[in-house]
């Protein structure tokens, strides 16, 4: 995952969106080119996109929301836009404007995207937001789970800012008799038939284990050498962060890594635990911290702690994308190609922003599901935090069963699974 700069390393500026037929048009050539060649896409296959021009023909305010399983995911997106024939807006990290001489920041908005502060209380995103929505102009295109996973079978806890902000906009639309949908959208990536990605997924095995000094092991199969190469990355952290290595199945002691890391941290920011799923928790952690640097009479010592801490918050959010039965509960090509791209992120391209090379060619697959009324919600007599709340989850189960939907991937052919192919396999990770 990438480490993206903090406020205080790289300052915010907000910039409006301020989207344009004409750029969003003039820019298609490049951004089907940057899919092909960067990320490898050749193909998108849509399904449902009437569901979008039903609320669009009403003159309804539309909220997209897919899950965020790849780099790609953004661009995929835009096609939909080309497809629809009008520009989206797009909430996006601030950190991707910066560079190419200030290109990015010229045509980013331009194309429809605005910055936000995903760390703070971030008022000009939120006013943008609740705009763009309110007047019904354009379709608003937001990430739910914040952070690219590399998880495209399973969805990470959503946070709850889309269901709030959808709630904020739709009582100005109410007083007009218009209503917010929030579109719910799966997207996966698959391997084109003919296409054999396995000679890719032994080199980038083979870069990974001579990272570490380890002599490539070619004779073992293919889940067996990802397996080793998890085990001896969280024994590393064990080592660094409980004092030692642990016993049991991945997946309990990558869980338990991220408790004791929460738990510090929450002890000392908070001196209490702190309600809600793990992201929202690590989400409120990170802006205690940042909101500490701020301060002006911070010691040198109690800095260098907020540093180590906020070090420790990215090491939690990393766990998240290691869910440790992801591969070797359900083997297929997807899942192994999903898993080495992150370990490419996280191991070989560590401490820079570089997108994780593709496997090889890949077809983007988007089903979009039945919106979601927000008025129904709205108008359920419930608190507004409960109606925040309800609305959230119904949202994450609707991502969901599109992602479940379009189905699994490509199994993995025999020679490559080992001891995965063996039922205790599945429950171990």
């Known amino acids: ?46 399904t449902g996109l009437e569901h979008l021009r039903g609320v669009l023909d009403r003159g309804d305010s539309l909220l997209i929301c897919p899950n965020h399983c790849a780099r790609a995911d953004g661009l995929v997106l835009l096609d939909l836009a080309d497809r629809l024939g009008r520009p989206f807006c797009a909430m996006a990290a601030y950190q991707i404007f910066e560079g190419t001489a200030g290109l990015r920041k010229f045509l980013f908005p331009r194309l429809g995207m605005f910055p936000v502060d995903r ?52 009582k100005a639309l109410a007083e007009r008799g218009k209503s917010v949908w929030i579109a719910p959208v799966g997207l996966k990536y698959r391997f084109p038939e003919g296409h054999d990605p396995l000679p890719a997924f032994h080199e980038k095995v083979k870069r990974l284990e001579e990272r570490i000094l380890w002599w490539p092991r ?26 030692g290595t642990k016993s049991g199945p991945l997946r309990d002691r990558i869980v338990a890594l991220r408790k004791d890391l929460l738990d ?21 952690l990170r802006r205690r911290c940042l909101d500490a640097l701020e301060q002006t009479d911070i010691t040198p010592e109690a800095r260098a702690q907020v540093r180590r801490d906020l070090n420790d918050l990215y090491v939690a959010v990393q766990t998240l994308s290691y869910p440790g039965d992801y591969v070797f509960g359900v083997p297929t090509c997807e899942r192994v190609a999903e898993t080495l791209m992150k370990l490419d992120e996280d191991v070989l391209n560590a401490g820079t922003t570089k997108p994780a090379a593709a496997l090889g060619p890949r077809r983007a697959v988007v089903r979009v599901g039945e919106p979601i009324d927000v008025g129904a919600f709205a108008g359920s007599g419930k608190r507004p935090r409960e109606v925040i709340g309800t609305l959230t989850a119904e949202l994450e189960r609707r991502v969901q069963a599109e992602l479940d939907a379009i189905g699994g991937g490509r199994p993995l052919p025999e020679s490559a699974l080992g001891q995965a192919a063996q039922p205790q396999a599945s429950s171990s990770g």
């Open 1 to 46: 995952m990438h480490r993206l700069p903090l406020a205080d390393e790289l300052p915010y500026q907000f910039l409006p969106p301020k989207p344009s037929k004409f750029w969003f048009q003039a820019s298609r050539p490049l951004r089907r080119r940057l899919l092909r060649g960067e990320h490898q896409v050749v193909a998108v296959d849509v």
């Open 264 to 284: 510090r941290i929450e002890q000392r920011r908070s001196g209490k635990a702190i309600a809600g799923t793990d992201p929202e928790r690590i989400k409120e």
């Open 119 to 170: 760390e703070g209380a971030d008022l000009a995103a939120l006013k943008a937001a609740t705009e763009i929505l309110s007047s019904a102009r354009h379709p608003l295109l937001v990430f739910p789970e914040g952070e690219v996973y590399y998880l495209s079978d399973r969805l990470t806890p959503l946070r709850d800012g889309v269901a709030f902000l959808a709630s904020r906009a739709h």
């Open 218 to 243: 070619a004779e073992m199969p293919l889940i067996e050498r990802i397996y080793r190469y998890a085990e001896a990355a969280l024994a590393l952290k064990e080592l660094e962060y409980l004092g």
